[in-house]
């Protein structure tokens, strides 16, 4: 099993942008396809972005599409989220997840590791 670090959460204004990082360690990161997900106060957990193994193909929600860019570098053992053009309706707590899985599922439960989360809080 993969362990994941998120880091790089914060407070920043309306219009501004932040970059995640999900540091992994266990076993091999290249192997997993790899997503975040985000869980504001009172909601269910919902699905961000996927990123394929080999860094091929990439899914995004409708949500942040044109705004967020997920990356990963399999050398660092590490995944990315840019966001960028933040609104306040993306405050949440974001987590990583890694699944052993090819489809870049936004089910949660597919995914069989997860970080412990960061908050991310953007004010108006």
């Known amino acids: 099993q993969v362990q994941l670090v998120e880091s790089g959460g914060g407070l920043v204004q309306a219009g501004g942008s932040l970059r995640l990082s999900c540091a992994s360690s266990?076993?091999?990161?290249?192997?997993?396809?790899m997503a975040w997900f985000r869980q504001a106060p009172g909601k269910e957990r919902e699905f961000v972005a996927a990123?394929?193994?080999?860094?091929?193909?990439?899914h995004y929600a409708d949500s942040v599409k044109g705004r967020f860019t997920i990356s990963r570098d399999n050398a660092k053992n590490t995944l990315y989220l840019q966001m960028n053009s933040l609104k306040p309706e993306d405050t949440a707590v974001y987590y990583c997840?890694?699944?052993?899985?090819?489809?870049?599922?936004?089910?949660?439960?597919?995914?069989?590791?997860w970080g412990q989360g960061a908050q991310v809080t953007v004010s108006s």
């Open positions: 266990g076993r091999t990161f290249s192997i997993y396809t």
């Open positions: 997840a890694a699944s052993e899985g090819m489809i870049l599922s936004t089910i949660p439960r597919t995914y069989s590791s």
């Open positions: 990123i394929s193994r080999s860094v091929g193909s990439t």
